[in-house]
């Protein structure tokens, strides 16, 4: 597994934790390079719009509860 460590904006000495699988780190690496945006925008924006958007978040919700998904361990064993 992989973490994603997200600074905020108002004091850098304070930092969030997401544990993301290897699958999902890799896409996001690819996608930001690929556009030339930062890994840390990329997914602090899609996170912001799925948040945004009650039936992304809806959706979102339906397939976590349907599959299963538990942490980032389950979720690399899950194909994720």
Do not use: H
């Not at 699958?23 to 390079?33: H, P, S, T, V």
């Not at 997914?43 to 719009?49: A, D, G």
Request: without cysteine; proline residues 0%; positive net charge.
């Amino acid at each position: 597994m992989r973490r994603l460590q997200n600074m905020t904006e108002n004091t850098m000495s304070e930092s969030r934790t997401v544990w993301l699988t290897a699958k999902i780190k890799n896409d996001l690496e690819r996608i930001a390079q690929e556009n030339e945006v930062r890994q840390e925008a990329l997914i602090n924006v899609i996170l912001r719009l799925t948040f945004s958007d009650d039936q992304a978040l809806s959706k979102v919700i339906k397939l976590i509860k349907s599959a299963n998904l538990g942490g980032e361990i389950d979720l690399a064993q899950k194909g994720w």
